[in-house]
C-alpha cells in the first residue's frame, strides 16, 4: 500500500480529546479501510503513553479533497458541517453517528477524527438487524420531526427534491431509456415494463411522494454505513445528509447493494418497524400510503439496468437481476 503521512501535530489535537490529556509518546500503524480518488479513510490505531501507562487507541481518518457530487456541490465538506449543525444531543445510544475527536477544513480539503464504528456491517448483517435499524431510524426521524428541527442550523445540507433530480438524470441516459424499450434487451420483460411503468406514472407518483412528510434523511442508509451492536446502531458517512421524505432511507436500507435473498423479508419488516418507530413521536401517514417500492425503482432502477447491461467493480449482471425481480415481488405486497 502506498505510505499515507499522518500529522502529527492533528493526531494529538485528536488524542487529547479521545483520551483527556496530552499523550507522551504514541506509536501508531495505518490501516486503508476505503480509497479513491475523492478521499481516504483510514483507521489509526496503537498506543499512547499517558502518565506512565499505555493507552491502547483506536481512530478513523478521513481526509477528503472539494469535488462536486451531481445536484450536490457541498456534499464534499457536510460531514464536517454536521458535526456542528447536528449535536450530540440529538442522538441516543441506540442511533448515533461516531464520535468526532478533532476536524479541520482548509483551501478546499476536509479531515475528521472519529470513532472507530465497531460492530456487525454489511451483508453479515441479519433480517432482525435489518429491522432494528430500521426502526432506530425511524424514532431518531420522529423526535427531530417532532421538535420541528429547533435551534438547528441546518444550512448544509442535500435539498427536498435531491431523488427526483437524480431520478431524472439517470432517466435521461439515452443508452439505457432505450435499452430496455428495444427488443435487444436481455433482462426480463416484465422487470423492462416495471421501470417503463415508474416512468410514465413518475409525475402522479412524485405528487404521492411529496406528501409525505419532509424529514431529515441520511440518504446514503445502506448497509456498508450501519453498524449494529446488540440494540444499538452506529450510523456513518453523513456526507449526502439533507430534507427528503418518509421512507427514502428505507429504500435504500432494502434495495441498496443489500442481502437480495432476504430482500422481501427484510422490505416487510423493515417498513413496519420504521413506522412504528416514527409513529412513537410524530404523526405519520398510513403505512398503506407508503411509496417506498416506487421509491426504490427511482433511486435504484437505472442503476441496476446499468450495473446489467455493464458490470462493473465486480458488481455482476445477475445480481443486478436478482434485485430488480426482488422489487418487482415487493411491488406486489401490500402492508
Known amino acids: 500500500m502506498k505510505s499515507i503521512a499522518i500529522d502529527k501535530t492533528e493526531l494529538d489535537k485528536a488524542l487529547r480529546k479521545k483520551l483527556g490529556e496530552d499523550a507522551l509518546a504514541i506509536e501508531f500503524q495505518v490501516e486503508r479501510l476505503h480509497g479513491g480518488t475523492i478521499g481516504d479513510v483510514l483507521l489509526v490505531s496503537g498506543k499512547a503513553e499517558i502518565g506512565g501507562s499505555e493507552e491502547p487507541f483506536c481512530m478513523v481518518y ?23 449543525a447536528l449535536p450530540d444531543d440529538v442522538f441516543t445510544d441506540n442511533l448515533r453517528r ?30 432482525e438487524m435489518y429491522e432494528l435499524a430500521a426502526r432506530e431510524l425511524g424514532r431518531f426521524q420522529g423526535r427531530l420531526h417532532a421538535g420541528g428541527y429547533a435551534g438547528l442550523k441546518l444550512t448544509n445540507v442535500s435539498s427536498p427534491d435531491y431523488m427526483k433530480q437524480n431520478y431524472l438524470h439517470e432517466r435521461s441516459t439515452e443508452e ?15 422487470l423492462c415494463k416495471m421501470i417503463i411503468d415508474i416512468d410514465e406514472r413518475c409525475d402522479e407518483i412524485f405528487c404521492r411522494i411529496e406528501r409525505l412528510p419532509l424529514i431529515f434523511c441520511h440518504r446514503d442508509f445502506w448497509v456498508t454505513n450501519i453498524f449494529c451492536s446488540g440494540k444499538k446502531v452506529m450510523l456513518v458517512d453523513w456526507d449526502t445528509a439533507g430534507w427528503g421524505y418518509l421512507g427514502e432511507d428505507i429504500a435504500s436500507l432494502v434495495a441498496d447493494d443489500s442481502d437480495i435473498d432476504n430482500m422481501v423479508e427484510n422490505f416487510t419488516r423493515c417498513v413496519k418497524a420504521y413506522y412504528e418507530g416514527f409513529s412513537e413521536f410524530a404523526e405519520a401517514p398510513d403505512i398503506s400510503e407508503n411509496c417506498i417500492y416506487e421509491m426504490m425503482l427511482i433511486k435504484f432502477g437505472y442503476r441496476l439496468v446499468g450495473r446489467y447491461k455493464n458490470p462493473y ?23
Open 62 to 84: 478521513k481526509h477528503q479533497k472539494k469535488w462536486s457530487r451531481y445536484a450536490d456541490p457541498l456534499s464534499w465538506r457536510r460531514e464536517y458541517d454536521l458535526y456542528d
Open 98 to 127: 461516531p464520535a468526532c475527536y478533532h476536524k479541520n477544513i482548509s483551501d478546499g480539503e476536509m479531515w475528521l477524527w472519529m470513532e472507530f464504528a465497531e460492530g456487525v456491517s454489511g451483508l453479515d448483517m441479519t433480517p
Open 176 to 190: 439505457l431509456y432505450h435499452y430496455i424499450r428495444d427488443g435487444g434487451c436481455s433482462l426480463p420483460r416484465h
Open 313 to 335: 467493480y465486480g458488481k455482476c449482471s445477475e445480481d443486478a437481476e436478482r434485485t430488480l425481480q426482488k422489487i418487482y415481488e415487493i411491488g406486489h405486497i401490500r402492508l
